[in-house]
């Protein structure tokens, strides 16, 4: 059997003992995660999709530094070298940011969830109320570059980089924010400044020549209320309470990192989330009624 002049069996790559590996098939398991993943699925091909899972699966990415505008990272090739992929994402104008921390101003649950370190569902309303959008939207949103010889753009390796990326998002939505321009306590800064400069809440009824009244309840005194104080001022029949896991496991730990400490070759963080797991589901079974195992 004749191979012809052209034939040459292809590199495999190295395998590093220092790479990242992904957590899970899917690459993250929060929606927004699944956003930025849909966002390069667009864009790319499947066969290097494809390729791209695989490198990032076993650990050909050796780090991922993100900063304001783009991501840094190396990936293990078939060469001794690894290859140095950057990808960039267009923060946005001054203006731009502005319109969106007033939009999410207006809605104090914006705050509350995202110190908890969970994206709101409909955050993405404040982005287009700017007219642009927190996810890639089109190919001019996203500038990929890689060192290695091949000519397609984005190759395997920046798809490796893009995949591995929705896992660090779905520990810490605020890296979404960063990418964009804006570092958490940015974000928070504003919307801290907008909140405190709203406006109060004003009486309807103001008579001609007369400045409007300020609506306020008057406070009781604690001691005029001690026989009362654990007594519920309303009925609790309708007061709904949903009772389940936390939509990112380990929040403290991922956001903290590895403390000083950790001198281990155990995974800090891997061993941190069993345990998380664990106490929230001892957790669950004790509010639902549950025997323990």
Known sequence: ?????????????????????????????????SKW??????????????????????????????????????????????????????PLASKEWDKVADAMAEQAIFAAKLLAGEMPPDIEQAFAAA????FPASRGDLKTNCSCPDSA?????VAAVYYLL????????FLLFRLRGKSKDDIMAMLRARRSTAEPVQAPAATEGNPPV?????????????????????????????????????VPVKRLGVPGFWHSKADFLAL??????????????????????
Not at 19 to 27: D, N, R, T
């Open 1 to 33: 059997m004749s191979w012809g002049w052209n034939w040459y069996p292809k590199p495999k790559p190295r395998r590093p003992a220092n790479g990242i590996k992904a957590q899970s098939k899917q690459f993250g398991k929060t929606w927004w995660a």
């Open 272 to 293: 941190m989330t069993q345990a998380y797991q664990a106490i929230t589901q001892e957790a669950l079974d004790v509010a639902l009624g549950v025997e323990g195992k």
């Open 37 to 90: 993943r849909g966002a390069l699925e667009r864009l790319v091909d499947s066969a290097r999709l494809s390729r791209g899972r695989s490198y990032a699966r076993s650990g050909q990415v050796l780090n991922l530094d993100i900063h304001s505008g783009r991501v840094e990272s190396r990936v293990q090739g078939s060469r001794s070298q690894p290859y140095k992929v950057k990808i960039g994402v267009a």
């Open 153 to 157: 753009n984005p190759c395997k390796h």
């Open 166 to 173: 929705g896992e660090q998002f779905d520990a810490d939505p």
């Open 131 to 134: 007219g642009v959008s927190l």
């Open 214 to 250: 300020i609506a306020e309840e008057p406070a009781t005194p604690l001691e005029a209320s001690l026989d009362r104080f654990w007594v519920c001022a309303e009925s609790l029949d309708d007061l709904a309470v949903s009772i389940q896991a936390p939509t990112v496991e380990a």
